[in-house]
């Protein structure tokens, strides 16, 4: 028998390690002026500017005007001075910290100070001589023509006006056989609109029921997606201007399989003008299928967000130990308008505190991964700490509303988060104990129950998770909970169905796998586990009904057409199941029940 | 008969340059236009905007809204500061946008001292010649990169409305958000 309950956790986001502009020149030994000569465009500002800005402040980019040349630069020469002063430009949140990370983009005091100085100055242009090579930008696609392009199959419009917009596209991915992924590159449609763009990886067909037609997309700022097996998210892959793409880690390309869909979730900006954003998504595959299997732990506390009006610090905190050793790829901190100081810790076991994100000025407009420059290995028993504050008075500008109300965690833009992604990579683990990655999400589930028993997903979560590992007696309760927190969720009813058919009781398993199907009445797995539950309480003909229904859902299931032939076998009625056990076969050679079942039912109908 | 024809030129240069200089831009025809003069009475409102300011650009639906409002009691000129912007640029640029206002450029700033104005985008409101209020349209944005949901003061609509009444406008300017004008040349 199949049971067929598992849906792990649900929240995929994220980034592959979005890489930050194109390093064209080296940070220039140019700009280091002595203090009495005079700043020069050439001498000095050109090398900051070719660094840090030009990479966005070209053609096509997300820049509003171009920096690339002497002209340009002095036509925004005050604004640049004041924006690099107050660190609002180049864009980068996050505090200097000893566990630096890759392509950073936070300009020295040295280099604020000479813009500062040049415009002082009267913003000379200086030798032509003293100019360095200007940065060579690659055109089109960053790696190279990629193996396969999706491109959204409908554009959408975004009004001239109004606050920001969310919306998602969704991306079917036209493979028959699974494909690993060694690169993606995200190209949000016109950049300059497009604020910061996330695949999430929809291995389930979930999103895509979302969609008024296919291919239509769907409004919203945060979404989930359920799966089916245990297959944690595992990448980030992430868009914000300025991104290059980058090549995922030797070893760990990302596994696509024929139906997964593609789910880029898009945070837009009117311009003033109606504006038509049509993302594409180019795709690099490598025969060389993963080896090593990071995955994404997420700390939150989004049940603690519960802020009063004019409230300027309020607290959200979460601490979680990690049950083994893993290395941080990645990080990504996440909170909507209200979120004023975010940080995150480690506490090693030997009580050495490592700093691992601190933005002090939180600013949704600017979220982003950040890959660290190595990889930081944090040892089993160090304590991952969340710690962000809030702002919803109304000197926050950013406050959603004015006045202030009361906030509490959701998904819509005014609602507030508060969740920390890590991708991490376990280490130095013994294969014997099992897949790391489910000792991790089985520790976060119970610390998730821990912090907030009233967490269905991570009651649901630890149960699946119980139920893969076939311990039944642990994997029970969990369900049952899920289900006293969620009475009609299909999958909760159906997962505890299961597993107390599983168990051996059938007669117990019934009534949630009805309760499962009165929720979602084209519900395959339910309808799957009812047939086999009535089967063993000899109600064969109930049985052969469930079956029957399961295969209108997916008519090309061979495990059902068996369990169809057999039940109708049990009746007696032989050419009938025959008939199923030889279709069953048709759709797979090898299903195991409907080979045997075949030989005795064509014995039984030669005997009569 | 070449020769005199350019002098001519010369001299026309000269005319537009100087001559014609006090309190005019030059409507997208090339003409000079004195935005000041033809009121018939009604509040006068210059909104100063750059085609590479972002700000200037999402600002475009509520210049439109305001203008439109405030029609019955004000004339609305969109002001041009960048002297690098042709007649076909801003045609181009008025037409993205949807604006239906009358557009001017002020290559020599002319308007922008008269209004006193630093920033796109920004406003200079006038009645009979007088200037009543220069500053920000309103407080939708608080720095460059940090904007609030929806304005919460209006600025140049309360100045307009006490401008057209002949009360006293409260002169506590505070400047827009966008970029600096002083960057052009």
Not at chain 1, 117 to 122: A, P
Not at chain 1, 189 to 194: A, E, I, P, T
Request: hydrophobic letters at 40%.
């Amino acid at each position: 028998m199949s049971v067929r309950a598992y849906r792990p956790l649900g929240i995929a986001v994220l980034l592959v390690g979005g890489a930050i502009g194109v390093r064209a020149t080296k940070p220039a030994q140019h700009s280091q002026a002595p203090a009495s000569s005079q700043v020069t465009y050439n001498r000095n500002i050109a090398p900051i500017v070719y660094r840090s800005c030009a990479m966005c402040h070209r053609p096509g980019e997300a820049g509003p005007f171009n920096l690339l040349s002497y002209s340009d630069v002095k036509k925004h020469a005050r604004q640049i001075a004041e924006v690099t002063q107050s660190r609002a430009m180049p864009p980068w949140l996050p505090a200097p910290q000893e566990a630096t990370f890759a392509d950073e983009l936070r300009l020295s005091e040295q280099e604020i100070k000479l813009i500062q100085k040049w415009v002082e100055e009267g913003e000379a242009e200086g030798a032509a001589s003293d100019l360095p090579r200007a940065p060579q930008f690659v055109e089109g696609w960053q790696l190279g023509q990629p193996d396969m392009i999706l491109r959204a199959a409908k554009p959408f419009t975004l009004p001239a006006q109004g606050t920001d917009t969310y919306w998602n596209f969704v991306f079917r991915v036209p493979i028959n056989d699974t494909q690993w992924v060694r690169a993606v590159e995200i190209r949000p449609g016109d950049k300059r609109y497009v604020h910061h763009a996330n695949i999430m990886v929809d291995r389930a067909g979930a999103a895509r029921k979302r969609e008024a037609e296919p291919g239509a997309g769907f409004g919203g700022m945060e979404i989930r997606i359920e799966s089916q097996v245990f297959d944690p998210d595992s990448h980030l892959l992430f868009w914000k201007p300025g991104t290059v793409p980058s090549v995922e880690p030797e070893g760990m390309a990302l596994r696509l399989d024929r139906g997964t869909d593609l789910i880029l979730n898009t945070h837009m900006q009117p311009s003033g003008k109606p504006e038509v954003i049509q993302p594409s998504i180019g795709l690099y595959f490598t025969p060389r299928s993963a080896t090593k299997f990071p995955m994404l732990l997420q700390l939150e506390n989004d049940a603690r967000l519960d802020i009063p009006p004019g409230d300027k610090n309020f607290l959200v905190t979460d601490d979680f130990t990690l049950p083994v050793d893993v290395d941080l790829m990645a990080i990504y901190p996440h909170a909507h308008y209200l979120g004023k100081d975010l940080q995150a810790y480690a506490t090693l076991p030997d009580g050495k505190k490592a700093m691992l994100i601190h933005i002090p000025q939180w600013n949704l407009n600017w979220q982003a991964v950040y890959r660290y420059a190595k990889p930081l290995r944090l040892p089993q028993g160090t304590t991952i700490s969340m710690r962000y504050t809030y702002d919803n008075s109304a000197e926050n500008p950013m406050n959603p509303n004015h006045p202030p109300v009361q906030v509490v965690g959701g998904n819509r833009s005014s609602d507030e988060m508060c969740h920390l992604w890590l991708q991490v990579l376990p280490v130095n683990f013994d294969r014997a104990q099992g897949d790391p990655r489910m000792v991790l999400q089985e520790a976060l589930a119970r610390h998730n129950i821990e912090k907030n028993p009233g967490d269905f997903e991570a009651h649901y979560n630890l149960a699946a998770m119980l139920q893969a590992r076939n311990d039944l007696e642990a994997a029970i309760p969990e369900y049952e909970a899920a289900v006293r927190l969620r009475s009609d969720d299909a999958a909760a009813n159906n997962g505890l169905g299961a597993a107390l058919l599983a168990a051996g009781h059938a007669d117990q398993a019934a009534p949630y796998l009805q309760e499962a199907l009165k929720a979602r009445p084209d519900y395959f797995d339910a309808h799957y586990n009812l047939g086999f539950a009535l089967a063993q309480q000899n109600d064969y003909q109930g049985a052969a009904e469930q079956f029957e229904s399961a295969l209108q859902v997916q008519p090309k299931d061979a495990n059902a057409e068996a369990n169809l032939g057999a039940a109708l076998a049990e009746m007696g009625k032989f050419p009938e199941a025959k008939a199923h056990f030889e279709r069953a076969l048709q759709i797979d050679p090898n299903q195991p029940i409907a080979r045997d079942n075949l030989d005795a039912v064509n014995k039984a109908i030669q005997e009569q | 008969m070449r020769v005199f024809r350019l002098l001519a030129g010369v001299v026309l240069l000269v005319a537009l340059g100087r001559g014609w200089a006090q309190q005019t831009g030059f409507d997208l025809d090339g003409r000079a236009v004195d935005p000041l003069a033809a009121s018939s009475g009604k509040v006068i409102v210059l909104i100063f905007v750059r085609r590479d300011c972002p700000v200037s650009g999402r600002y475009a639906p509520a210049i439109q809204r305001i203008s439109k409002e405030y029609a019955d009691r004000a004339v609305f000129w969109l002001v041009y500061p960048d002297k690098n912007d042709s007649p076909e640029a801003i045609r181009a640029h008025l037409v993205e946008f949807g604006y239906h206002l009358p557009a001017l450029r002020d290559p020599a700033h002319e308007l922008v001292k008269l209004g006193h104005v630093q920033i796109t985008p920004e406003v200079a409101v006038f009645r009979n010649r007088q200037l009543t209020y220069d500053g920000r349209i309103d407080d939708w944005y608080v720095t460059l990169s940090r904007a609030r949901p929806a304005p919460t003061t209006h600025e140049l609509e309360d100045a307009i409305r006490a401008v057209a009444e002949g009360k006293a406008v409260a002169r506590n300017e505070v400047r827009g958000v966008g970029c600096y004008i002083s960057d052009l040349e």
